[in-house]
């Protein structure tokens, strides 16, 4: 094999300035870096990363900690996560906490043995030795999507929250619903408590007055929202219009509403939150927030990398928008369908509206989040 003497060689250059170029650590000259890289494809010549890192003290690689990575949610802000970090020249080692507090903290510890040089997590609803052993080990790490606001010591990264899902609950008010139900998520995350907030301030702001039976909680998850939307629709005085919390619950909630017979937006009005890539392909077409996934993700790689060249700079939580993408399952007619932010990719080809499968045409099977 070649090594880097040999690349230094053919190239005409120290062994130093090899591993200049090949590691980022000090300007090169253009020509100079170009005949390093050349002698480098030449001989095929291959870093060690394991002698590097004994000598470094870094692996150049980072740990990821997401639950349901199966969810179109998490999959995008993996995308983003793998494009930000391989973009960086770091690898990356993935691992699935279950949302298990008891296996969050495993998972966590069998990456920290990999010596990552650092890690983001989605972290559980009961974070606790999840944080004990991150502060412990002084592990730097950004928290994801979910956030723990008393620990101020953590970068964090996600979306918002209440500020959308309250304008979910205005539009509906200012279609003339007085009985808005929510379908929330799994108790004790940070995405389910912001939401819920955002929801009373919705409807505080349309003067209407919050009444608990119409929050029912989905557990983050397909089945669980649809035996909680069963619930609301159980009611004597039930909601006239519905709010889902997130992606795998609206598939949920539609099941529930299909079983009942009720059409979408004729027998009850829907908003979600979370939009995904079929939602434009249902008729009526899913109105919804469209949180910035993939720059979650991007985003929570480089603030990892700020504190990794930084160690003892201020933590701080890092909020990007969402968008709210109007379109036809709250009630409004296709003629004032307007979305205010980018929608997702479309299939290729067009398809007319009467093509589109009915929101009854739906999986038999939802994804956990």
Not at 245 to 273: H, K, Q, S
Request: with cysteine.
């Amino acid at each position: 094999m070649a090594t880097m003497a040999d690349v230094a060689r053919s190239a005409g250059v120290s062994v130093a300035t090899v591993s200049h170029v090949l590691n980022g650590t000090r300007p090169v000259l253009p020509h100079t870096r170009q005949a390093v890289l050349d002698a480098v494809d030449a001989l095929g010549y291959t870093p060690n990363t394991l002698a590097r890192s004994l000598v470094t003290s870094r692996t150049r690689s980072i740990g990821l900690a997401v639950s349901a990575i199966s969810n179109p949610y998490f999959t995008e802000i993996l995308q983003g996560v793998e494009a930000a970090t391989l973009e960086a020249g770091y690898s990356l080692l993935i691992a699935d906490p279950h949302d298990d507090p008891a296996h969050e903290r495993k998972v966590v510890q069998l990456l920290h043995e990999r010596r990552v040089d650092g890690m983001i997590v989605a972290p559980s609803a009961h974070p606790h030795d999840l944080v004990a052993y991150l502060g412990r080990h002084e592990v730097p790490t950004v928290f994801l999507d979910r956030v723990l606001p008393e620990q101020a010591r953590f970068d964090q990264v996600c979306a918002e929250n209440a500020d959308p899902m309250a304008r979910l609950v205005t539009h509906l008010a200012g279609l003339g619903h007085r009985r808005i139900g929510l379908v929330a998520g799994l108790p004790g995350l940070s995405t389910t408590s912001e939401r819920i907030t955002g929801y009373q301030q919705g409807l505080a702001a349309a003067g209407l007055a919050h009444d608990e039976d119409l929050v029912v909680s989905g557990n983050s998850e397909s089945v669980g929202a649809e035996r909680a939307t069963a619930a609301l629709l159980s009611l004597s005085d039930r909601p006239t219009a519905l709010v889902t919390a997130n992606n795998a619950m609206t598939i949920g909630a539609l099941r529930a509403l299909r079983r009942e017979g009720l059409a979408v937006p004729d027998g009850i009005a829907l908003c979600c939150f979370d939009d995904f890539a079929w939602a434009d392909l249902f008729s009526p077409r899913l109105t919804a927030i469209a949180q910035p996934s993939r720059e979650i993700g991007a985003q929570a790689i480089r603030v990892l990398l700020e504190r990794l060249a930084a160690p003892d700079r201020p933590a701080r939580t890092v909020r990007l928008p969402c968008a709210f993408v109007h379109r036809t399952s709250c009630g409004c007619p296709e003629d004032r369908d307007q979305a205010a932010g980018p929608r997702p990719a479309e299939p290729d080809g067009k398809t007319e509206p009467s093509a589109f499968p009915t929101l009854s045409a739906l999986p038999e099977k939802g994804t956990a989040s």
